[in-house]
Every structure is written in structure tokens, then in C-alpha cells.
């Protein structure tokens, strides 16, 4: 999988698509985090619009990719969930974990407060 990225100031705005599960999680973790080593100055922004499932192997790549940001006091938001998302998100009580922007437009605002 080849992850469609872009910058916008010190933001990197990552665009998730199709199934996040057991089959591609360690693909797109291992590419998630090789923008980490390359951008050490960036926060991430993933942009969640096109995916349409997403398992718990999912979830872990967000929590790990928090943890990662955390430790070098970078921020992970996420952004235009749609509702199937979001539900799993609710289930397994993560809402209050993430910081979650109805729009990219809205998570990009957000970052210059940080």
C-alpha cells in the first residue's frame, strides 16, 4: 500500500483508505511510522474519509502511532470519520483518546494552537 501524504506547515496529512484490518494493518503501521523517522519536526493528521472498515488491528495502529507522537511531544488528530468508524471508535470507549475534527480543514486550524 502506498499511503497518499501531503505537508501543510508543520502537519502531516495522511490519507487512509479501504479496509483497515489484519491484512494491511502492519503495511500501513510500518508506513506510518517511517513518516514519523522522516518528518521529526511534523505532527500527523490522519484523514480517515475513505475508509470504510476498520478492525481492532486498526485501532492498535492509532494507539501505537499516539504513543510514538507522544513521546517526542508531537500530536496525532484525526479527521473526517464517517459513522461505522466512529462507532467502533465508541465501543471500545477511544473517543476521549484522539482528538476527532469533522474536517481536514478544521484539524489543520487546530494544530496552530500547539
Avoid at 517511517?34 to 521529526?40: D, F, G, K, L, R
Amino acid at each position: 500500500m502506498d499511503l497518499k501524504k501531503k505537508k501543510v506547515d508543520n502537519v502531516v496529512v495522511i490519507y487512509l483508505a479501504g479496509r483497515l484490518d489484519v491484512h494491511l494493518s502492519a503495511e500501513i503501521e510500518k508506513e506510518i511510522n517511517s513518516v514519523i523517522q522522516n518528518e521529526p519536526d511534523c505532527h500527523l493528521l490522519l484523514n480517515l474519509k475513505d475508509v470504510e472498515y476498520m478492525s481492532s488491528s486498526g485501532l492498535r495502529i492509532f494507539v501505537s502511532t499516539m504513543r510514538i507522537l507522544k513521546e517526542s511531544k508531537r500530536k496525532l488528530k484525526l479527521c473526517n470519520m464517517n459513522s461505522a468508524v466512529k462507532k467502533i471508535f465508541e465501543v471500545v470507549e477511544l473517543m476521549d483518546m484522539f482528538d476527532l475534527y469533522e474536517s481536514e480543514e478544521d484539524a489543520l486550524k487546530s494544530f496552530k494552537n500547539v
